[in-house]
């Protein structure tokens, strides 16, 4: 078998999608928990995805992080200093 045979077979081995193209249902939409979860995440400003709480946390400790480094470089010096 050449590649060109192997290529082949795996594309017709791919799992076909069924239903109409560019049409997709939602049970969750449906129901309204997508709805209700957007609202909470709002109100409370917590994100509801894992990406989304990352994101804020890393925002976060961004801004935190010269005022950090200012805070070890005194104590460091502090210890320094008494040494």
């Not at 994100?47 to 946390?57: F, I, S």
């Amino acid at each position: 078998m050449q590649t060109d045979d192997l290529i082949a077979e795996e594309v017709c081995m791919a799992r076909k999608r069924l239903g109409i193209p560019g049409l997709s249902f939602s049970w969750k939409r449906a129901v309204g928990i997508t709805s209700a979860k957007q609202k909470l995440a709002r109100m409370t400003g917590i994100p509801t995805t894992r990406a989304g709480r990352q994101r804020k946390v890393g925002r976060a400790l961004g801004c935190c992080l010269p005022l950090l480094a200012f805070v070890v470089l005194v104590l460091l010096l502090t210890v320094l200093a008494w040494a």
